[in-house]
């Protein structure tokens, strides 16, 4: 029993790392995705999920579900609105959001050929085209069979790729992304507040009060995209 407790306490105290899923590490992914590794449509939906969580700084928690999916806390394809040069993400509900009065997030489209833009275009447009029953209600993220995408399915098939990739999936997981997404924009000289603001962070509660132009967040993205080196 004592034994037990102890090392209990040892794996509380001493976690298993959590790497970064960087820009350099998105693009791999993204490439090895696009060669063909599941289904058309798994590969889309993983690049697309992937691109947006890097992009968005998004918890795994915020585009997958833990069980069932439910329309009015879960994406769906209709919170997602694609304009000329941008697409926005509605976030219904997210840990910092305990009052569920939404976020938006903006998704630009950049030079690169790792766009969250051009992403989000493409997997609409397959989804669209290769579901006869498509609803705007239905989720966002789904698998082949059309349930929405939970975490196992996600983190299970993201370790898949990374191991492709040549990289230990073990130290990998769906908080990944937030981390590589600020990893990167550190890297690039990004402005904390900046970093703070598009993460959602509630440390430096000023932060929230700071207005960002659609300009500098689509500025700030393009950057994220120049993180090559780490």
């Known amino acids: 029993m004592v034994m037990r407790t102890v090392k209990r306490i040892q794996r509380e105290y001493n976690p298993k790392p959590c790497l970064p899923i960087t820009f350099q590490v998105l693009g791999r992914i993204c490439n ?40 009015t806390v879960n994406l769906s394809v209709t919170d997602v609105e694609i304009l000329d040069s941008y697409a926005i993400l ?35 447009s397959i989804r669209k085209g290769g579901e006869a029953s498509f609803c705007f209600s239905d989720p966002l993220f789904v ?25 230990n999936s073990s130290f990998y997981n769906g908080h990944s992304f937030r981390i590589g997404a600020s990893t990167s924009a550190g890297s690039v000289n990004i402005q904390d507040h900046l970093i703070k603001t598009l993460g959602r962070w509630t440390s430096d509660s000023y932060c ?23």
């Open 32 to 71: 090895s995705l696009r060669a063909g590794i599941f289904s058309t449509l798994i590969d889309c939906m993983l690049e697309t999920a992937c691109t947006v969580a890097f992009f968005g700084f998004l918890r795994c928690g915020e585009f997958t579900v833990s069980k069932h999916f439910d329309s």
């Open 90 to 124: 509605h976030l219904k509900t997210s840990k910092t959001d305990p009052f569920r009065k939404g976020v938006s997030i903006q998704l630009h489209k950049s030079d690169h050929t790792i766009c969250p833009f051009s992403a989000v275009q493409k997997y609409i």
């Open 143 to 167: 698998k082949e069979n059309g349930s929405a995408l939970d975490r196992d399915f996600f983190i299970r098939s993201l370790r898949h790729v990374l191991d492709i990739c040549g990289y």
């Open 208 to 230: 929230r009060y700071i207005r960002i132009s659609k300009d500098t967040i689509r500025k700030t993205q393009k950057s994220l995209t120049l993180s090559n080196n780490i």
